[in-house]
């Protein structure tokens, strides 16, 4: 039986690199230099957890070429893992490049941050995700952006109201595909052509369709971003955000930014996406399924007052939400009238689970007015309030009897009945009061005005200084940026302090000479 098994032992790739050298090594230094050389046949299935926070370069040279020489640096700049995701999501999204963030509110601020500037001009949508309500009114206001809201429930013709609220100084329109949490939706062609004929950027965030069943930027918009936390991984065990842009110029912008402030995503939770973006298409599709029935059903029961559902014709913008989107995803809103009545209702569920979040495969269902948009993450006495019997429901992918059946047995001990429903029907085009007119938050008065950062003329490209000889010679000590760890690390200065990191023409230059080591 052995004489036929001849798979090969692994290679120390220590071995190979220091030859004679290293059995001359002492233990401890044979155990930290020590690792297998990777097979060039290895080709996994599932691209693993990079999760080394430094990366090899065998010359100086390397470091200075484009993109360093196609290799990783640090992974702060980037991780094959994370990688691979952002490039599987840009496929989806049609777009010219996407970036991963440790959070959905990361990727919303990264935006914000970015495209506005002291003086500029926000316009967006109004009711809104609570994290980015707050930033909006907490952050950029306070550093000078102006904001004005257009209410998507209020405001008719949504796109002429977006169109009545332009100025001079108007940089970014931002709207969700659904509204967070009342499930309004807003008419996204009619403002992204009004963005068009403005040349105003646009960012659209679609958490609540799944990029699965809406691809903001094959219609027309600048900016699509997602909280990753919800469908994207689907399992509720991950916190992750996307940014995907139409036009590389904005890629490079973000990229730049993301290298500054640190916010990309661990390859752990990266491994995980990988994961759900798998069975993205199954799970928004059994869910998107369950959800159509379900609100239909709650749209029949006596005890709800109103269901907002985009795939029910009922819903006041369905006819929108049909030009975009190819399913109408799983989220539901239904008003049982009182707080009362939808406390009693989540606590009295089984089945379905009394949570925040969304787009997992469970049922989930939270009170809006006491959890997710309440004054404690809104912050905001001028916000809009919501209404104090509607509840947000994440439908998952259970059997839709079994998540009917939870709701029936929970409805029905609810006391007495709500009032009469009012089925609410659109206005046709020709009734609609163009005299609209969208308010404008006052703006705080102490506010900070931070001044624009003057444009910097690109570096001139420099050469790379000479090599010292002995550089070239090492074996045992690794060149590669980074410190602190169990190996020896060397690096050049000119690598971690040059242009290409530091940019900032006015920085003193470092010593060609100088090298950085790290001790093990």
């Not at 120390?12 to 002492?26: D, I, M, P, T, Y």
């Not at 403005?198 to 659209?204: D, S």
């Not at 059903?297 to 006596?302: A, M, V």
């Not at 002995?470 to 060149?479: A, D, Q």
């Amino acid at each position: 039986m052995s004489d036929s098994f001849d798979w090969p032992v692994g290679n120390n790739e220590a071995k190979e690199r220091l030859g004679e050298r290293f059995s001359s090594l002492h233990l401890d230094t044979k155990i930290s230099a020590s690792h297998a050389k990777p097979l060039s046949n290895a080709d996994p299935v599932v691209v693993p957890i990079y999760h080394s926070s430094t990366y090899r370069f065998k010359t100086v040279n390397q470091f200075n070429e484009p993109n360093h020489g196609s290799n990783f640096v640090y992974r702060r700049c980037g991780n094959p893992t994370t990688e691979n995701v952002e490039v599987v999501i840009n496929e989806i999204e049609g777009g010219a490049g996407s970036l991963l963030y440790n959070s959905g509110l990361a990727a919303i601020s990264a935006v914000f941050l970015e495209f506005l500037n002291s003086g500029s001009h926000l316009i967006s949508m109004s009711p809104i995700y609570s994290g980015t309500s707050s930033f909006i009114n907490e952050t950029l206001k306070r550093f000078g952006v102006e904001v004005t809201f257009v209410d998507v429930e209020k405001e008719e013709d949504f796109a002429d109201a977006v169109e009545k609220a332009i100025r001079p100084n108007t940089k970014l329109i931002y709207f969700e595909t659904i509204a967070n949490p009342t499930m309004a939706v807003p008419d996204v062609l009619g403002t992204l052509e009004v963005a068009k004929k403005h040349n105003i950027r646009t960012c659209i965030d679609a958490t609540f369709s799944s990029p699965y069943n809406i691809q903001p930027l094959k219609l027309g918009a600048d900016i699509s971003l997602h909280s990753c936390s919800k469908y994207i991984g689907g399992h509720t065990d991950v916190i992750a955000g996307v940014v995907t842009v139409a036009h590389y110029e904005d890629w490079k912008k973000l990229k730049l930014q993301q290298l500054t402030t640190g916010s990309s995503l661990s390859p752990y939770d990266a491994a995980l996406l990988t994961r759900g973006l798998k069975t993205l298409a199954l799970r928004v599709d059994r869910i998107s399924e369950n959800a159509q029935k379900t609100a239909e059903y709650l749209e029949s029961h006596p005890k709800v007052e109103h269901v907002y559902y985009p795939g029910l014709p009922s819903h006041p913008q369905h006819k929108y939400a049909k030009q975009v989107m190819k399913q109408f995803s799983g989220m539901i809103a239904f008003d049982v009238g009182t707080s009362e009545n939808a406390i009693n209702l989540v606590e009295n569920l089984k089945l379905i689970i009394h949570a925040v979040s969304l787009g997992g495969t469970e049922s989930l269902i939270e009170h809006p007015l006491s959890m997710s948009h309440g004054k404690q993450l809104l912050r905001d006495a001028d916000g809009p309030t919501v209404a104090p019997g509607l509840l947000r429901f994440s439908v998952g992918i259970e059997n839709v009897d079994d998540i009917i059946n939870d709701l029936k047995k929970a409805l029905d001990q609810l006391m007495g009945c709500c009032c009469p429903k009012i089925t609410v029907i659109p206005p046709a085009p020709e009734d609609v009061d163009s005299s609209a007119q969208n308010s404008v938050p006052p703006q705080s008065p102490d506010r900070l005005q931070v001044p624009s950062p003057p444009p910097q003329s690109p570096e001139p490209t420099t050469n790379t200084p000479p090599q010292p000889p002995e550089f070239r010679t090492l074996k045992l000590i690794i060149h590669a940026v980074s410190l602190g760890g169990t190996e020896f690390l060397i690096v050049t200065l000119t690598m971690t302090h040059g242009k290409v990191e530091i940019r900032d023409v006015s920085h003193p230059d470092v010593a060609p000479g100088l090298l950085r080591v790290g001790i093990e």
